[in-house]
């Protein structure tokens, strides 16, 4: 069974920047995407960024957009989320989330948590002011 596990969650002050990592225990290009969600208790699970495995066409949600950078290395089975500009307001767990599923559409926004089956055990992100 694939297995992604996060790593790189740190405290760290508003403006700074934080590398997240999420190891795949396949091989990342025959995903169809893999994304990175995150969820503070009592909110639901937003989707942060996501990344086409085969194109490697990213998406952002509008919260993270210039900010945040997703990217994926197929030769070491790993995608990163690089985060910059950090505000108090992304203080959050995060979480790496994989879909295998066949029939990719490869096309069109892949944010939504239901559309992902495999999830890790997340990384905390806090950032003070």
């Known amino acids: 069974q694939v297995q992604v596990t996060e790593s790189g969650g740190d405290s760290v002050q508003a403006g700074g920047s934080l590398t997240l990592s999420c190891a795949v225990s396949t091989y990342t290009i025959s995903a169809c995407s893999i994304a990175w969600f995150r969820q503070v208790p009592g909110e639901g699970r937003e989707g942060v960024a996501h990344?086409?495995?085969?194109?490697?066409?990213?998406r952002y949600a509008d919260s993270v957009k210039g900010r945040f950078t997703i990217s994926q290395d197929n030769t070491k089975n790993t995608v990163y989320l690089y985060m910059n500009t950090l505000k108090p307001e992304d203080t959050s767990m995060y979480y790496c989330a994989a879909d295998f599923s066949r029939g990719c559409p490869f096309t069109g926004a892949r944010l939504d948590q239901s559309q992902y089956d495999i999830w890790g055990q997340g990384t905390q992100v806090t950032v003070s002011s």
């Open positions: 990344v086409y495995s085969r194109s490697g066409l990213p």
